[in-house]
């Protein structure tokens, strides 16, 4: 299973910049699929996801700015993100926690991704 993202890059506070994740692989089912980022501490904070079947789940911080949403048919996660503020850059991590063709759950993560917002 591969979690491939795009999207990211440089934005003027106050700016809009979209995230994409696709999962690809020997895939059974889908539990979760979210976007974590680096932040202060020693591990990834989440940043939101949204759970098969369930309602999505926002970071304290970027609720009212984010949204995030799923392609089920293209194994796909998108985080659109506005009103960016300085404190939102960091580098980006997609997260899915997939099952697979053999029966296993796991925790899988992309590549990370830097967003980078300027004042």
């Known amino acids: 299973v ?25 895939i059974e089912n889908i539990e979760n699929l979210g976007w974590y980022r680096l932040g202060q501490g020693e591990r990834r904070e989440l940043v939101a996801d ?23 048919a293209k194994n796909t996660v998108i985080l659109q993100m506005n009103d960016l503020k300085t404190e939102d850059t ?15 759950v796991m925790d899988y993560w992309g590549s990370g991704t830097q967003v980078t917002v300027s004042s």
């Open 90 to 104: 960091d580098v980006y991590y997609c997260y899915g926690r997939i099952g697979t063709m053999y029966g296993v």
């Open 2 to 26: 591969q979690l491939q993202a795009s999207g990211g890059g440089l934005v003027q506070s106050g700016g809009s910049l979209r995230l994409s994740c696709a999962a690809s692989g020997r």
């Open 50 to 72: 949204v759970p098969t079947g369930g309602a999505a789940n926002y970071a304290d911080f970027v609720k009212g700015r984010f949204t995030i949403s799923r392609d089920n």
